[in-house]
């Protein structure tokens, strides 16, 4: 039965929401239906479809009460949206349904793990959430909440860890049918920690170990954890919060990759590199799923929790998920390609080969804000200093992307990308491939720029609140490069 919540929050949304013209949304990248989305949530194939679900305010383009929004596609890049899921009307989780997963029942049934939030006063008169775990289970549309006590809470916890802090269960389901799930914790000691849970039937769950813990290096809390086996390493996924800024990592909330390898009988995670997961502005939140082709697929917000008062000029959303992009490791790293869905969004291939650039140059049939756009650049000589495209540009707008040859370094600059606010608009990365030629893919819409350096080697993301009549692109070497620029438009 749909609560009073769940049926105002599914009248709303369909009246406001279908309301929105797609011209107002990214053209492949999903938004919420109407309102405020956060992190991505159950991102799972079930029924023949990819589902998305996401945090979900839809009153207002800022964070509320947590409800699930929904959406599906056959293709990760057009979805079609469902009603919302869930909204907070039962006990546990009547100030929010936070972050959580999906897994499919032996019965065919989706369950819905994720962290309830209930607010209550403590002993000093001040108030807190008390977060726990809740299950709904439904038919891919539809989902009710079985229970009224939540499925994990603080009884599960290990000595010393929190009930303020506890969340965000990623469930999968193990070869032999049962159930695990890995959730984020906050222990004395341990700090932010990867908690690993087990049960036989998504329903009665056991503490099973601590996977890894950031104990003063990796941020004070954990969020969004995932965890899974990769070309034969495995991968523990985090959002480090607070994290200090040093190496590649700059303060606040970033996302983690701590790789290594797992022994599955022991439960013993060994962690062998730790990796940033992207080195960009707006990265959060991730979750992936295994493709029934076998493909590690990974979604994330495409948004830092830093640059939320910032928003699109007038749009009736806020927040956005990146296009998925399909995971790998090599050489100890992981390696990040957008799907190769994408590739069969194809339209027309303009290609400028070898292009000797001095100067700020123009290329004929190059352009756009919808598009994917591979440029291949290789100094001549130590006289360049740097190279700049400029993307998504006019008189008064554009986002750039310069690398310095000397120094190896990319620096991504949205300043002028029309943000109101000096929120963070410039980020660098040092360039890890140590070859004379820098190749970078980008993936522009409407109001982001996605960028894989050298195959999915790093990655840069930022939102962009552009005017969409900003289109130009353009290349300045200072000092001269040869240049390949090879453009396709997309056919969505
Ligand atoms: N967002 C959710 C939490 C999660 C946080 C609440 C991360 O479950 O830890 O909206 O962005």
Same mark, same amino acid.
């Given at each position: 039965?749909?609560?009073?919540?769940?049926?105002?929050?599914?009248?709303?949304e369909?009246?406001?929401?279908?309301?929105?013209?797609a011209?107002?949304?990214?053209?492949?990248?999903?938004?919420?239906?109407?309102?405020?989305?956060?992190?991505?949530?159950?991102?799972?194939?079930?029924?023949g479809?990819?589902?998305?679900?996401?945090?979900?305010?839809?009153?207002?383009?800022?964070?509320?009460?947590?409800?699930?929004?929904h959406?599906?596609?056959?293709?990760?890049?057009h979805?079609?949206?469902?009603?919302?899921a869930?909204?907070?009307?039962?006990?546990?989780?009547?100030?929010?349904?936070?972050?959580g997963?999906?897994?499919?029942?032996?019965?065919?049934?989706?369950l819905?793990?994720?962290?309830?939030?209930r607010r209550?006063?403590q002993?000093?008169?001040?108030t807190r959430?008390?977060?726990?775990?809740?299950?709904?289970?439904?038919?891919g549309?539809h989902?009710?909440?079985?229970?009224?006590?939540?499925?994990?809470?603080?009884?599960?916890?290990?000595?010393g860890f929190?009930?303020?802090?506890?969340?965000?269960?990623?469930?999968?389901?193990?070869?032999d049918?049962?159930?695990?799930?890995?959730?984020?914790?906050?222990?004395?000691?341990?700090?932010?920690?990867?908690?690993?849970?087990?049960?036989?039937?998504g329903?009665?769950?056991?503490?099973?170990?601590?996977?890894?813990?950031?104990?003063?290096?990796?941020?004070?809390?954990?969020?969004?954890?995932?965890?899974?086996?990769?070309?034969?390493?495995?991968?523990?996924m985090v959002?480090?919060?607070?994290?200090?800024?040093r190496? @590649?990592?700059?303060?606040?909330h970033?996302?983690? $990759? *701590?790789? =290594?390898?797992?022994?599955? #009988?022991?439960?013993?995670? %060994?962690?062998?590199?730790?990796?940033?997961?992207?080195?960009?502005?707006?990265?959060?939140?991730?979750?992936?799923?295994?493709?029934?082709?076998?493909?590690?697929?990974?979604?994330?917000?495409?948004q830092?929790?830093?640059?939320?008062?910032?928003?699109?000029?007038?749009?009736?959303?806020?927040?956005?998920?990146?296009?998925?992009?399909?995971?790998?490791?090599?050489?100890?790293?992981?390696?990040?390609?957008?799907?190769?869905?994408?590739?069969?969004?194809?339209?027309?291939?303009?290609?400028? @080969?070898?292009?000797?650039?001095?100067?700020?140059? $123009? *290329?004929? =049939?190059?352009?756009?804000? #919808?598009?994917?756009?591979? %440029?291949?650049?290789?100094?001549?000589?130590?006289?360049?200093r740097?190279?700049?495209?400029?993307?998504?540009?006019?008189?008064?707008?554009?986002?750039?992307?310069?690398?310095?040859?000397?120094?190896r370094?990319?620096?991504?600059?949205?300043?002028?990308?029309?943000f109101?606010?000096?929120?963070?608009?410039l980020?660098?990365c040092?360039?890890?491939?140590?070859?004379?030629?820098?190749?970078?893919r980008?993936?522009?819409?409407?109001?982001?720029?996605?960028?894989?350096?050298?195959?999915?080697?790093?990655?840069?993301?930022?939102?962009?609140?552009?005017?969409?009549?900003?289109?130009?692109?353009?290349?300045?070497?200072?000092?001269?490069a040869?240049?390949?620029?090879?453009?396709?438009?997309?056919?969505?």
């Amino acid at each position: 039965m749909d609560s009073t919540t769940l049926q105002k929050a599914r009248a709303y949304e369909a009246q406001h929401g279908a309301a929105i013209p797609a011209a107002e949304r990214p053209a492949y990248h999903l938004t919420p239906y109407i309102g405020w989305m956060n992190d991505p949530n159950g991102f799972s194939f079930y029924q023949g479809k990819y589902h998305l679900f996401y945090q979900y305010y839809p009153y207002g383009t800022f964070w509320g009460p947590m409800h699930w929004g929904h959406a599906v596609s056959t293709d990760l890049l057009h979805w079609d949206y469902l009603p919302a899921a869930l909204a907070p009307d039962s006990p546990s989780d009547k100030d929010g349904c936070f972050s959580g997963s999906a897994a499919e029942l032996p019965d065919g049934r989706q369950l819905l793990l994720y962290t309830s939030v209930r607010r209550e006063e403590q002993p000093d008169g001040k108030t807190r959430d008390v977060q726990t775990q809740s299950v709904a289970v439904g038919d891919g549309i539809h989902y009710e909440k079985p229970f009224q006590t939540p499925v994990l809470d603080e009884r599960h916890l290990p000595d010393g860890f929190s009930r303020f802090d506890f969340r965000d269960p990623k469930i999968w389901q193990e070869p032999d049918g049962s159930y695990s799930a890995v959730l984020v914790g906050q222990g004395k000691t341990e700090g932010g920690a990867a908690l690993l849970f087990h049960s036989a039937d998504g329903f009665r769950w056991e503490y099973v170990t601590i996977l890894d813990a950031s104990r003063g290096e990796y941020g004070v809390m954990w969020e969004c954890p995932d965890f899974f086996e990769l070309d034969g390493k495995q991968v523990l996924m985090v959002g480090p919060m607070e994290m200090q800024a040093r190496d @590649e990592f700059h303060n606040g909330h970033c996302v983690i $990759a *701590l790789i =290594g390898s797992y022994d599955p #009988v022991n439960h013993r995670f %060994v962690r062998e590199n730790v990796q940033l997961m992207d080195e960009g502005i707006d990265f959060y939140a991730t979750q992936t799923m295994q493709a029934p082709d076998g493909r590690r697929i990974m979604t994330a917000w495409m948004q830092a929790w830093a640059g939320i008062s910032d928003q699109p000029h007038g749009a009736k959303w806020f927040g956005q998920t990146i296009c998925p992009r399909e995971l790998h490791i090599r050489d100890g790293r992981l390696i990040q390609t957008p799907v190769r869905e994408l590739d069969a969004a194809h339209g027309a291939r303009v290609l400028h @080969e070898n292009v000797l650039m001095e100067g700020e140059t $123009a *290329l004929e =049939g190059i352009g756009g804000r #919808v598009a994917d756009l591979r %440029v291949t650049i290789t100094p001549e000589g130590k006289e360049c200093r740097a190279f700049t495209i400029k993307l998504a540009a006019d008189g008064a707008h554009s986002t750039t992307l310069t690398y310095e040859p000397r120094t190896r370094r990319l620096i991504l600059d949205r300043s002028q990308a029309g943000f109101h606010q000096d929120i963070v608009h410039l980020r660098s990365c040092t360039v890890h491939s140590q070859s004379d030629t820098l190749s970078l893919r980008i993936l522009l819409d409407r109001n982001s720029i996605e960028v894989f350096l050298n195959g999915g080697e790093q990655t840069m993301t930022a939102c962009i609140y552009t005017p969409p009549e900003a289109e130009r692109i353009t290349f300045a070497a200072d000092g001269a490069a040869r240049v390949t620029v090879e453009q396709y438009a997309l056919h969505l």
